[in-house]
């Protein structure tokens, strides 16, 4: 299925005088998601009340939703609901991984993953009891580290920083073959590259919607089962829509069937809607097509900057191969340079220490938003003009 990427684009709402390369932190805006929305709000919330739990189909849209998700990263029909917000998912994950292997009692990471995914395992370990504890190596050395005392490899395929791609399949199996479970934090692939997780026989995984997915901010989290664990996974945030009959308010918990359990309150029902009209423009993306333009587009940037602007240091891995959707440059003031390239109009981000991280989307990303961010980069380079104190003063987000 061959995919028009000039179509795509067509079908998102892009701010004139800007070119943004931030997809991979906040999605934009698909056009028919703000109709989207409005219906839901006035049809839906308005006219139908409480009988839009029904009528409207609202209490389906965690696992409907999910389905579609599940064509783009290889996940099997029935295996991914979509809620909470990713924190809350990894912990989940992780909770009912570390209960498959009881007599283990560490958790193995690396110092790449994302703070909140580290944050919630170092919780989940002070809660379970003194002897579980969370071990993080350098992304390069998890391999060797996987040894027989690991319950659970955490990971997340994607350096948020970099960019650097782990080898799912690889590690998966390595931690297998140790008697470890695999769970995969795929904030930075859902969307960005092809992912299989069926044929890598992942046990867990989990992402966001509201990065490559663009189901704008807040939208939902999603969690993956592995279909041979459905039935025995024990959802450690046993919340009543996880009930095997939430409606019949029993006094204690029963789990749902299948991945029904990793459920836990009610469902985010408009932020569904957006994300619902930005899965009909990826209904139409073959991953593959997506993943060659996604590395055109990071080549080209990466060529032309490194061609004109010799100060910044390319901080993502060089091999397309081991890289994800996003290319990052170093520089000591990292910070400024990017406020400096909002100030003229290309958006991208910037994380400590010293990081300038630019995402690439093919879905809404042009060859002319590259050479147009490339020529500004340069131009702020050669004249310095980031050195000011209004791009030196930080914002809360950053
Ligand atoms: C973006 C991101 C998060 C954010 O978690 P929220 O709970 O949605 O705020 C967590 N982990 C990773 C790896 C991320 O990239």
Known sequence: MPTDFAATRDQFHLPKGVIYLDGNSLGPLPRAAAA????????????????????????DQPTKLGDRIGRLIGAEAGSIVLGDTLSIKVYQALASALDMVPSRRVILSD??????????????????GPEYRLVTVAPEDVAD?????????????????????????????????????????????????????????????????????????????????????????????????????????????????????????????????????????????????????????????????EATCPTLTLASPRNADQRGSQVSFRHPEGYAIMQALIAQGVIGDFRAPDILRFGFTPLYTSDADVSGAVAILAGIMASNSWDQPAFKTRAKVT
Not at 111 to 128: H, I, K, Q, V, W
Request: a negative charge; hydrophobic letters at 45%; charged letters at 15%.
């Open 36 to 59: 989207r929305v409005a219906s839901c709000v006035t049809d839906e919330w308005g006219d139908m009340l409480i009988r839009g739990w029904n009528a409207a189909g609202w209490m």
């Open 145 to 305: 580290a996987l040894t027989e005392d690991v319950a659970v490899l955490m990971l997340t395929q994607v350096d948020y920083r970099t960019g650097r791609l782990h080898d799912m399949a690889a590690l998966t199996a390595l931690a297998h073959e140790k008697g470890a479970i695999a769970v995969w934090d795929l904030a930075h692939s859902a969307g960005a590259l092809p992912v299989d997780l069926a044929a890598c026989r992942a046990d867990f995984a989990v992402g966001c919607t509201y990065k490559y997915l663009n189901s704008g901010p807040g939208g939902p989290a999603f969690i993956y089962v592995a279909p041979r664990h459905q039935d025995t996974t024990r959802p450690a945030l046993s919340g009543w829509l996880g009930h095997a009959a939430p409606f019949a308010f029993d006094l204690h918990y029963r789990p749902g069937s299948g991945i029904e359990r990793m459920r836990v309150g009610t469902p985010p029902v408009l932020q569904l809607a957006a994300l619902g009209a930005s899965l009909d423009i990826w209904d139409t993306v073959d991953m593959a097509a997506l993943r060659a333009r996604s590395v055109a587009l990071c080549e080209a940037f990466i060529t032309g900057v």
């Open 111 to 128: 110092t790449g993953n994302f703070p909140s995914d580290l944050y919630m395992a170092e919780g989940l370990c002070r809660t379970l």
